[in-house]
């Protein structure tokens, strides 16, 4: 059973930063391909960030890019995503999911891409409220 855990979150002026962390524990699986999502009313869960904790590449959104930066703990499978230059458009709730594999189904590594149904553990989600 794999748990993952979120933390982080809040209300923030545009233009502020947020930190949120996220950490996958509970298995015996020694690495994670750990994503952040993002889900606003009336819109569908979008693929912000991705890395595999064991090394490789990140992934980031074209609307995150130069803004939102993954970095990662010495404590094994725990990743940060912070997020700078805040606007509104990144208003929603923010989930972390994790998956065992590397090599996603549709060919894609951890990193390339974060597709929802490439992950199966998902955290509970935090609210990102971005104001003017």
Partial sequence: QVQVTESGGGSVQAGGSLRLSCAAHGSTYTGFCLGWFRQSPGKE???VAARYTLGGMTYYADSVKGRFTISQDNAKN???????NLTLEDSGVYY???DPTALKAGGNWCGEAAEPGDFGYWGQGTQVTVSS
């Fill in 45 to 47: 869960r979008e693929g």
């Fill in 78 to 84: 725990t990743l940060h995503l912070q997020m700078n």
């Fill in 96 to 98: 972390c999911a994790a």
